[in-house]
């Protein structure tokens, strides 16, 4: 069974860090590009980062460029989601997803369960 | 960026009724949409890629269509475990992989 499991997720101060990680199971995690996704507390879906399959190329969402840093370790089959500098508004249940290619189209499956953040003094 | 600006925030419907959700993208796509459905507390699950193709295991009664910058997802006859939110995704731009702000489909 394909499998995304998240965790490192909890409560930490305004400028604090954080790193959560994503185990991956049932598939070859190298062969594939992965992605965090995050949504606040009532809101909707706001994708946060990619990385691709070796971690050779990433992309971030304008709102935590500079703050959050991607990675991989294909020998442990982890994603990785480095978050510094945090705020109130990173306050999330983040998702790790895996990007799903297909000739030039890609979607996102499966999700993770999800870890939640929250950012609070 | 690509903005995904989906149509309407909100929608009651009752069991049985076909429901339409709208999903417009700022520039043309393609066919580089993705649908999802969101239970509460639940993680998000695929629906339609590729703008109308139906992952595998998902009720023929879901169906996607559109290509450029218009797209729709349609449930023909809801049923009741199909309330939940809906999210639209573009994957147009793999710097930038935007989403709707979602459609939460309720019951009447």
């Known amino acids: 069974e394909v499998q995304l499991v998240e965790s490192g997720g909890g409560l930490v101060q305004p400028g604090g860090s954080l790193r959560l990680s994503c185990a991956a199971s049932?598939?070859?995690?190298?062969?594939?590009?992965m992605h965090w996704v995050r949504q606040a507390p009532g809101k909707g879906l706001v994708w946060v980062s990619r990385?691709?399959?070796?971690?050779?190329?990433?992309s971030y969402a304008d709102s935590v460029k500079g703050r959050f840093t991607i990675s991989r370790d294909n020998a442990k089959n982890t994603l990785y989601l480095q978050m510094n500098s945090l705020r109130a508004e990173d306050t999330a249940v983040y998702y790790c997803?895996?990007?799903?290619?297909?000739?030039?189209?890609?979607?996102?499956?499966?999700w993770g369960q999800g870890t939640l953040v929250t950012v609070s003094s | 960026d690509i903005q995904m600006t989906q149509s309407p925030s909100s929608l009651s419907a009752s069991v049985g009724d076909r429901v339409t959700i709208t999903c417009r993208a700022s520039?043309?796509?393609?066919?580089?949409l993705n649908w999802y459905q969101q239970k509460p507390g639940k993680a998000p699950k695929l629906l339609i890629y590729?703008?109308?193709s139906l992952q595998s295991g998902v009720p023929s009664r879901f169906s996607g269509s559109g290509s450029g910058t218009d797209f729709t997802l349609t449930i023909s006859s809801l049923q009741p475990e199909d309330f939940a939110t809906y999210y639209c995704?573009?994957?147009?731009?793999?710097?930038?992989?935007?989403f709707g702000q979602g459609t939460k489909l309720e019951i009447k």
């Open positions: 990385i691709n399959s070796d971690g050779s190329s990433t």
């Open positions: 049932g598939f070859t995690f190298s062969s594939y590009w």
């Open positions: 997803a895996r990007e799903v290619a297909s000739g030039s189209s890609s979607w996102f499956d499966p």
């Open positions: 995704q573009q994957s147009y731009s793999t710097l930038q992989y935007t």
């Open positions: 590729a703008a109308s």
């Open positions: 520039q043309s796509i393609s066919s580089y």
